[in-house]
């Protein structure tokens, strides 16, 4: 009905950078915040970042001034942009959407995840 795909994850040296994107398809009517959440092993999944429909943003402190949240509203996409990257930034990334479908009402819907390592 409503699938989210991620990409852009991989292997990077402590200071580069990565992006990640999550692009949503099928039966959607909306897509109001878009997310990105992280969990580490052992570790809670906690917020990275979000964007609003008015492209508002919100940003974990841990995050503030690395890495950039941003949405293309006519590609159903989010996008991660990762720079000076840490060792403590590795865990499995989530997008999460709150969309609205065709065929029922506002849902939270979430990615597969997206593996980044961090290491020399």
């Known amino acids: 009905q409503v699938q989210l795909v991620e990409s852009g994850g991989g292997l990077v040296q402590p200071g580069g950078s990565l992006r990640l994107s999550c692009a949503a398809s099928?039966?959607?009517?909306?897509?109001?915040?878009m997310a990105w959440y992280r969990q580490a092993p052992g570790k809670e999944r906690d917020l990275v970042a979000s964007?609003?429909?008015?492209?508002?943003?919100n940003y974990a402190d841990s995050v503030k001034g690395r890495f950039t949240i941003s949405r293309d509203t006519a590609k159903n996409t989010v996008y991660l942009q990762m720079n000076s990257l840490k060792p403590e930034d590795a865990a499995v990334y989530y997008c999460?959407?709150?969309?609205?479908?065709?065929?029922?009402?506002?849902?939270?819907?979430w990615g597969q995840g997206t593996q980044v390592t961090v290491s020399s």
């Open positions: 999460k959407l709150r969309l609205r479908s065709t065929f029922g009402g506002t849902s939270d819907y």
């Open positions: 099928g039966r959607i009517f909306a897509i109001y915040t």
């Open positions: 964007i609003t429909t008015g492209g508002s943003t």
